[in-house]
């Protein structure tokens, strides 16, 4: 009889619960909690999750929208030295004219085709890297690197885009901090290392000396061996202390600088290469040229067969008159054998090189430069594309 009274109890406390005016309304909040919880196209706020349906083709203006200090980096090269020209473009809402220029990153689109290359064909390589697809990151232990050499489906004059890089294979955006936000995320720490840069800026099989090696370069010369800990990301994606997305409440972080300063910034090339010039001997004119690598985890110049790095070397009397004078060139080789020029120089090699001008006794002074230059074979006199990294004169004598 107790028990069918406790029961006729409870029947009665669950309509009356039923009843009661708030209920439905508590009902459908927390019904509402439960599907926001577990509906993936939903994010933390509620709002619909932001979809990529262009793929690596996403303008970076749509990231600039919440990323705005890494969209000005990116486009406009805010925070470092690059003298890269690019098309005026119109961004978000920042006041006044931006006389920099952005980094070789947001231009590869606006880049012309060389002649030798196209998106299909035997030169689609040229393609898969200015104009990537998303791809999967290579593990530290196993840096595999596969290029694909398909047409790219992104339109070419966006380049590498925000997405190019962040964008992985299954729509989703990675990053080394995997946070919450109105798209979907995933927390990549290899994003962090040289891995990052593998898919782009290596060919598949190492080929010392020749052109687009500079992750192999950095991972055999340099990493392997223990001349440094340093990813490619501590030389050219400098860290600094802020918020990912500047409107949202999100706590501030290191965020690595998105300039990526490399051969088209004076800063960063002059200080690669040392150079020290030696006498053999006080009775004879020959001297002897030793360029270090101090400064760079790869080879320099590294990259494509474009770079060079020349030496000069000016003998002038003691009337100022250039009696002698020689020239190298250092450059990455195109084919399966080195030209007649000089090798690039490997990370931490100290390359020597001898010359006697065959000089009478007398004073003389030498005058060395080391010039860089981004593309070997466009004319010296067209400006923009050569930097002098290093200039020196020596006085000696001759017995």
């Known amino acids: 009889m107790k028990r069918l009274t406790i029961i006729a109890m409870m029947i009665l406390l669950t309509i009356g619960i039923l009843m009661h005016p708030n209920w439905g309304d508590r009902f459908s909040a927390r019904a509402n909690q439960q599907m926001a919880a577990t509906d993936t196209k939903k994010s933390a706020t509620g709002s619909q999750v932001r979809e990529f349906i262009e793929g690596v083709g996403t303008p970076s203006t749509e990231c600039g929208k919440c990323h705005q200090a890494i969209y000005r980096e990116y486009a406009y090269g805010f925070g470092t030295d690059v003298t890269y020209k690019s098309p005026e473009e119109e961004l978000l809402s920042l006041s006044g004219r931006v006389l920099t220029a952005g980094p070789a990153h947001s231009v590869s689109g606006t880049i012309p ?8 064909g035997e030169f689609a390589l040229c393609s898969s890297c200015h104009y990537p697809e998303s791809f999967n990151l290579p593990h530290s232990n196993k840096p595999g690197i ?17 997405a190019s890089c962040h964008l992985t294979p299954d729509g989703k955006i990675r990053g080394p ?13 290899e994003i962090q290392t040289s891995n990052m ?9 190492r080929v ?27 030389c050219h994606m400098a860290r600094t202390l802020r918020k990912l997305a500047e409107d949202e409440d999100v706590p501030i972080r290191a965020v690595a600088r998105h300039l990526w300063t490399g051969g088209h910034s004076p800063q960063g090339i002059s200080t690669a290469l040392s150079v020290a010039i030696v006498t053999e001997k006080k009775s004879t004119s020959a001297l002897r040229f030793h360029l270090t690598n101090i400064g760079a985890g790869h080879s320099v110049p590294t990259g494509s067969r474009r770079r060079a790095i020349y030496l000069k070397a000016d003998v002038l009397d003691n ?34 090189l001898t010359w006697d001008p065959k000089l009478g006794s007398g004073e003389y002074k030498v005058q060395a430069s080391l010039i860089y230059d981004t593309n070997r074979y466009t004319d010296p006199k067209v400006e923009g594309h050569q930097s002098t990294i290093f200039q020196r004169t020596f006085p000696f004598k001759v017995d």
């Not at 085709?113 to 299909?120: A, C, D, N």
């Not at 687009?212 to 061996?225: A, G, I």
């Open 197 to 205: 840069c593998a898919n782009c800026h290596s060919s598949v099989k």
């Open 208 to 234: 010392v000396g020749k052109q687009l090696q500079t992750f192999l370069e950095w991972s055999d010369d340099f990493h392997k061996p223990g001349l440094g800990s340093k990813q490619c990301q501590d």
């Open 146 to 162: 596969k290029q694909s050499k398909e047409p790219p489906l992104a339109k070419k004059t966006l380049g590498i885009t925000c």
């Open 113 to 120: 085709e060389p002649p030798h290359g196209s998106v299909k």
């Open 319 to 352: 009337k100022g008159t250039v009696v002698a004078k020689r020239d190298w060139m250092f450059t990455p080789w195109p084919g399966d054998e080195q030209g007649p020029d000089e090798t690039i120089i490997r990370a931490g090699e100290e390359r020597v």
């Open 177 to 189: 901090y995997g946070a919450k936000a109105p798209h979907a995320t995933v927390k990549e720490p």
